[in-house]
């Protein structure tokens, strides 16, 4: 079975300064779709960034940008310029092709201090 | 565009009662719709997918089953809820290969069983 992997239950960062949460999946695919997704206390689900496993380069959104290592398996978000808003779960997501099922880690949860 | 609506928001129903949950999916067609279960603090669970009318599959044998009477329906239901029903479920559709490619999320349900 394919799994997804956050090694951090918790995380915390100063407002402005930057932090990177950690994932990584298994897979004996060769393309697949990676996600964050970010879900604030009101418990929705929003999609932060996607990374499709053919692209070398890495997805980049505003302040959110990822650091994709295939090889490794290893997929981290890094949020520059942290915000108070920023402050949730974050759970990281690799989609199985064919059956275009969501796999989902167990989240991060993400503190911003003032 | 396309919006996905979910409801009831919230609910509290006792030990023994019927279940009945409803997403609906506008401004696509035939679009693959997924329910998941998220326990508190936790990661999310997928119960069931749908890829059109009248074929579900179930990821984990328990007390509850899915329909999808119409393209963009799809109803998660129980005959008989139990304690451990309780928890947040969240509706979802798959969207086409491209820019907006993921999975969007419905707002959720928080069912409580009492």
């Known amino acids: 079975a394919q799994t997804v992997t956050q090694s951090q239950p918790e995380m915390s960062v100063q407002e402005a300064e930057t932090v990177t949460l950690s994932c990584t999946y298994d897979?004996?695919?060769?393309?697949?779709?990676l996600f964050w997704y970010k879900q604030p206390p009101s418990r929705q689900m929003i999609l932060v960034i996607r990374?499709?496993?053919?692209?070398?380069q890495n997805a980049t959104e505003n302040r959110f940008s990822v650091n994709f290592q295939k090889a490794a398996k290893s997929f981290s978000l890094k949020i520059s310029d942290s915000q108070l808003g920023d402050a949730a779960m974050y759970f990281c997501?690799?989609?199985?092709?064919?059956?275009?099922?969501?796999?989902f880690g167990q989240g991060t949860r993400l503190t911003i201090n003032p | 565009s396309q919006t996905i609506h979910q409801w009831p928001a919230t609910l509290v129903q006792p030990v023994g009662s019927p279940l009945s949950l409803e997403c609906t999916v506008e401004?696509?067609?035939?679009?693959?719709l997924y329910w998941y279960r998220q326990a508190a603090g936790r990661g999310l669970q997928l119960l069931f997918y749908?890829?059109?009318?009248?074929?579900i599959s179930s990821e984990v044998p328990q007390n509850l089953s899915a329909s999808r009477p119409q393209d963009r329906q799809f109803i998660l239901s129980s005959k008989k809820l139990l304690l451990s029903d309780s928890g947040f479920y969240l509706c979802?559709?798959?969207?086409?290969?491209?820019?907006?490619?993921?999975?969007?999320f419905g707002s959720g349900t928080r069912l409580t069983v009492v």
């Open positions: 897979t004996s695919e060769s393309d697949y779709y």
């Open positions: 997501a690799k989609l199985i092709q064919g059956a275009q099922k969501l796999v």
């Open positions: 401004g696509t067609s035939n679009p693959n």
């Open positions: 979802a559709w798959l969207g086409r290969p491209g820019s907006n490619y993921g999975y969007t």
């Open positions: 749908s890829v059109g009318i009248g074929q």
């Open positions: 990374q499709e496993a053919y692209k070398q």
